[in-house]
């Protein structure tokens, strides 16, 4: 055997597993979400435009103890009391496992008072909407209504 040939274990160590790649995430739209987190923000919304695959979803941007409150407000008047603070209870449960974030920025984006455009151009609204910001193609300031 030469030098340059390499044995069979020397092989599968090499074609064990990918690497996984995640999208890049838009570190200013990031970066904002971070901004309506925080406490002394809470409150604060921004009109925003998101594009996404399928559409567009415009809307007050919130930070997610706003989307929770408002979720369980929305949940409470359409008559399902039950999963009221559930989001609250489960992160709880977590914290207390010992379950902790593996990156401080958010992943997630909140929006209130949501209007959605699909592809057959149909405009659907909701009170909250929720979506992955790896999902998010592109952005900008001001809501449509």
Same mark, same amino acid.
Not at 66 to 87: E, K, N, Q, T, W
């Given at each position: 055997?030469?030098? !340059? +040939? +390499?044995?069979?274990?020397? *092989?599968? +160590?090499?074609?064990?597993?990918?690497?996984?790649?995640?999208?890049?995430?838009? &570190?200013?739209? =990031?970066?904002?979400?971070?901004?309506? *987190?925080?406490?002394? *923000?809470?409150?604060?919304?921004? !009109?925003?435009?998101?594009?996404?695959?399928?559409?567009? @979803? !415009?809307?007050?941007?919130?930070? =997610? +103890?706003?989307?929770?409150?408002?979720?369980? #407000?929305?949940?409470?008047?359409?008559?399902? !009391?039950?999963?009221?603070?559930?989001?609250?209870?489960?992160?709880? @449960?977590?914290?207390?496992?010992?379950?902790?974030?593996?990156?401080?920025?958010?992943?997630?984006?909140?929006?209130?008072?949501?209007?959605?455009?699909?592809? *057959?151009? #149909? &405009?659907?609204?909701?009170?909250?909407? =929720?979506?992955?910001?790896?999902?998010?193609?592109?952005?900008?300031?001001?809501?449509?209504?």
């Amino acid at each position: 055997m030469t030098d !340059s +040939e +390499e044995t069979p274990q020397e *092989n599968e +160590e090499q074609l064990k597993y990918p690497d996984v790649v995640e999208p890049v995430l838009d &570190l200013d739209l =990031r970066l904002l979400v971070l901004m309506v *987190n925080t406490e002394e *923000n809470r409150g604060t919304s921004v !009109s925003i435009t998101l594009h996404v695959p399928g559409g567009l @979803v !415009s809307g007050e941007l919130i930070g =997610r +103890e706003d989307y929770l409150d408002r979720l369980d #407000r929305v949940a409470s008047g359409a008559g399902m !009391s039950g999963i009221v603070g559930f989001r609250r209870k489960a992160a709880e @449960v977590l914290r207390e496992a010992g379950v902790r974030k593996t990156d401080d920025l958010p992943r997630w984006i909140h929006l209130q008072d949501a209007a959605v455009v699909g592809p *057959n151009g #149909r &405009l659907l609204t909701f009170p909250v909407w =929720r979506g992955r910001l790896a999902d998010v193609a592109g952005w900008s300031l001001g809501a449509f209504r």
